[in-house]
């Protein structure tokens, strides 16, 4: 079945940098359009960013504009989340989510703490 494992999440001070990847398989990736969501303790788990299967346009969460990029490879089956000037409010749990045409997939996320 298909498998979406993220990595790269970890603690880091406020106004620092990660780099959270999700690598895909079984799944013919580029006609997919890839996601992150991220759901804070208590919170509901909300949109990030996405990208689509080209990776020709990008869409952001208004909390997120300016300060994360996502890209994607298609050769490597991965995409990525690039988190710069991180805030204490970006704790959360970071999914990578895959989806088309009604098909839908989730990794089990991985976890991001800013804190001092």
């Known amino acids: 079945q298909v498998q979406l494992v993220e990595s790269g999440g970890g603690l880091v001070q406020p106004g620092g940098s990660l780099r959270l990847s999700c690598a895909a398989s079984?799944?013919?990736?580029?006609?997919?359009?890839m996601s992150w969501y991220r759901q804070a303790p208590g919170k509901e788990r909300e949109l990030v960013a996405s990208i689509t299967g080209l990776g020709d346009s990008t869409n952001y969460a208004d909390f997120v504009k300016g300060r994360f990029t996502i890209s994607r490879d298609n050769a490597k089956n991965t995409v990525y989340l690039q988190m710069n000037s991180l805030k204490p409010e970006d704790t959360a749990l970071y999914y990578c989510?895959?989806?088309?045409?009604?098909?839908?997939?989730w990794g089990k996320g991985t976890l991001v703490t800013v804190s001092s």
């Open positions: 079984r799944l013919i990736f580029s006609t997919y359009a």
């Open positions: 989510n895959a989806a088309k045409y009604g098909f839908n997939y």
